[in-house]
């Protein structure tokens, strides 16, 4: 017998099957990461992307990935279930063979440094967590696409169909568990409003140490820290476009006030710059604002920003 040639369609047809299912298999490893980071924080980490966009990309790469993969297995199936010969096409044995080394890679490589971490000493929950989920996943793709090559999902459509809803149903339960862990959209703009808020709130609290530094007096109002010479600007609220408050409360001391949506820590890691002293303690700029108008006491320390003049 004749070996079936491979007509453009079917060639395009499996490469885009399985750039989907890689992506889709890939994103659903770093949504479930995802969720284990959050769950159990590393106080090691330094950087902790506060918009969670690495949750977002993962989701929307699923929704938009596995119903093409659905799709694209669909066409390819119904091709074999008219044409049987097409299950000797060698696109289609590269491609599953191709699937299950990088699957049954996977799983020898999480092993190894599962292994590598316990002999270490350093097995976390965090870490045991991922392990896991990476070997069930990879597993799971290992089985089903060996069980492909051996005709077994051909022999039993049946089972097959119920294998592809319960992995549809796993993979919504993790798009769902998204949305309560974020919120809606319009939700998480609220929170990237008040993230923009800190922001501009921070670039404001420096300007004005910059000038008390260059003065020796604290500005009477924000009008006083335009200068178009340098490019120096003070944004407005970008939610209610009005001018942020600012009052001089002391010789030293002022403070800033912004409206916010939502709760929040703000910028955690400039609370580790300090700018007041008070007795021997530093009091940490912190930037943790509840909801509406909260307002942020400042005041310089003359010893860590001295005037310009006296530190020539």
């Known amino acids: 017998m004749d070996k079936p040639k491979v007509t453009p369609k079917d060639f395009f047809l499996w490469a885009g099957a399985m750039v989907a299912l890689y992506g889709s298999v890939i994103s659903?490893?770093?949504l479930l990461?995802?969720?284990?980071?959050r769950t159990f924080p590393d106080p090691l980490e330094y950087y902790v992307d506060p918009y969670s966009g690495g949750i977002r990309f993962a989701m929307a790469s699923?929704?938009?990935?596995?119903?093409v993969t659905i799709l694209l297995m669909r066409f390819i199936r119904k091709d074999i279930a008219r044409e049987p010969i097409k299950n000797e096409l060698w696109v289609r044995r590269w491609a599953l063979v191709l699937t299950v080394f990088v699957a049954g890679a996977a799983v020898v490589g999480d092993l190894i440094t599962l292994i590598n971490y316990f002999l270490g000493g350093d097995l976390t929950t965090r870490f045991v967590l991922k392990v896991i989920v990476l070997l069930l996943v990879a597993g799971a793709v290992l089985f089903h696409f060996l069980a492909d090559l051996r005709g077994y999902w051909s022999a039993n459509p049946e089972r097959a169909k119920m294998v592809g809803f319960g992995a549809g149903i796993v993979v919504l339960l993790a798009i769902v568990s998204g949305f309560f862990i974020l919120g809606s959209p319009a939700e998480v703009r609220l929170v990237r409003l008040d993230a923009q808020k800190v922001s501009d709130l921070q670039n404001i609290q420096w300007q004005v140490v910059n000038y008390w530094q260059q003065k020796e007096k604290l500005p009477e109002s924000l009008d006083e820290l335009k200068d178009p010479l340098s490019g120096s600007f003070i944004s407005n609220d970008p939610q209610s476009g009005e001018a942020y408050i600012y009052e001089v409360t002391g010789t030293l001391?002022?403070?800033l006030c912004g409206t916010f949506n939502k709760e929040g820590v703000g910028d955690i890691y400039s609370a580790l710059r300090p700018v007041a002293v008070e007795g021997k303690d530093i009091e940490r700029d912190s930037w943790q604002h509840g909801a509406g108008e909260v307002c942020f006491d400042r005041k310089i320390d003359p010893e860590r920003y001295p005037p310009?003049?006296?530190?020539?």
């Open 308 to 312: 310009f003049s006296k530190s020539r």
């Open 62 to 67: 699923l929704i938009v990935l596995v119903p």
């Open 28 to 30: 659903f490893i770093g």
């Open 33 to 37: 990461f995802e969720y284990i980071n």
């Open 253 to 255: 001391s002022f403070k």
